[in-house]
């Protein structure tokens, strides 16, 4: 079998990207033929949708159909696994690059489709791309819940990580540090968390990662702004600390989550996404909504100690068993396999 990756690579450092280089890594390790092709966008990133801005995802979406008409044509591939970050300028544009591409194509949403598909236009586009498609991965629940809506060729396929980065986390009497690991905008809901950190003084509380969201920060002694890490560093910074607080008020899968989870972590998280898949009733507490108040209240709902421990054991136990990188992707081979091709 070979297949064909539509699919973005660092730089820049994004969910879509760290999974695209994890499944190069796995085909590489199990010699499956392969080529990437990738769609990462270059240049300063939009902020809003402007001329300019429509103007160059054109040009973006002419050079990736040329790029897979090209592949596919002299290459010989059997699948083309095309991963989508599912916007509405994103779904018109995947519907253009992917209209009469003379190959079986495996569809992969890597968001949260019943946020996305919230309009006509949206609709419309990912209706068609669904008609097109051979295969469409969903990346939670919700998600899979709207592609079943178009289509019957459809499953709900985790995100995943290659390891459990701590197997046996030691938990501290008392919750003394929290972190979050993100962009700092207002839709991961940080003005919710630094409001929640005025009645948490006691908790230090750790923002990893960049401030594209221009948020202003007053000077809240608890609250320290950690900026970029690396993700070695990311995963030392979990391992030390004693709970992730995630109040997003969108998410698909989020690795961050997944990561926090193999660390130990309790998570306290809004309920989006694949988060409830992800860290049930045993995990954490889910919040039902970006909302400072009820984040305090799960924070010191889990003060116990004994609870913690539990609640980390839990997590642990729940990435090796469900979201570990060679488990999930025999899953997508197994897609793969499906639309004709051969292991």
């Known amino acids: 079998m070979k297949i064909l990756v539509a699919s973005p690579l660092p730089p820049p450092v994004g969910g879509i990207a760290s999974w695209t280089k994890d499944i190069i890594e796995y085909f ?6 392969y080529h990437v092709i990738n769609t990462a966008i270059t240049g300063k990133r939009a902020k809003e949708v402007s001329k300019r801005f429509l103007i160059d995802e054109l040009l973006r979406a002419i050079k990736c159909r040329k790029a897979i008409k090209k592949a596919v044509k002299t290459g010989g591939f059997d699948v083309l696994h095309y991963s989508a970050s599912c916007s509405m300028v994103g779904l018109i544009r995947d519907f253009f690059v992917l209209m009469g591409i003379g190959v079986d194509i495996v569809y992969h949403c890597h968001c949260n489709l019943d946020y996305v598909i919230n309009n006509k236009i949206s609709e419309t586009f990912f209706k068609m791309i669904c008609k097109i498609a051979s295969f469409v991965i969903a990346l939670n629940t919700p998600s899979l819940k709207v592609a079943q809506r178009y289509t019957s060729k459809c ?7 290659p390891r459990v980065y701590e197997d046996n986390k030691i938990i501290s009497d008392e919750i003394k540090t929290a972190v979050f690991v993100g962009r700092l905008t207002k839709q991961k809901g940080i003005y919710e968390l630094l409001e929640a950190a005025k009645e948490l003084e006691n908790v230090e509380i750790l923002l990893i990662g960049p401030n594209d969201g221009n948020i202003e920060f007053s ?4 609250v320290k702004l950690v900026g970029r890490k690396s993700h070695e560093e990311v995963i030392e910074y979990l391992k030390k600390a004693d709970v992730l607080l995630f109040p997003s008020y969108t998410e698909g899968f989020p690795l961050t989550v997944l990561e926090a989870m193999s660390c130990g972590l309790p998570i306290v998280a809004t309920g989006v996404g694949a988060i409830p898949d992800m860290i049930g009733d045993t995990g954490g507490i889910i919040i039902d909504s970006p909302d400072a108040t009820r984040l305090v209240e799960a924070v010191k709902a889990i003060e116990d100690k004994n609870l913690r421990a539990e609640m980390s054991k839990n997590n642990i136990h729940k990435v090796k068993e469900c979201y570990l990188r060679d488990s999930v992707l025999k899953q997508i081979l197994s897609i793969y396999t499906s639309l004709g091709g051969n292991e």
């Open 219 to 222: 000077n809240q002694p608890n």
């Open 155 to 161: 499953a709900y396929v985790p995100n995943f990580i």
């Open 28 to 33: 590489d390790n199990n010699n499956i033929d």
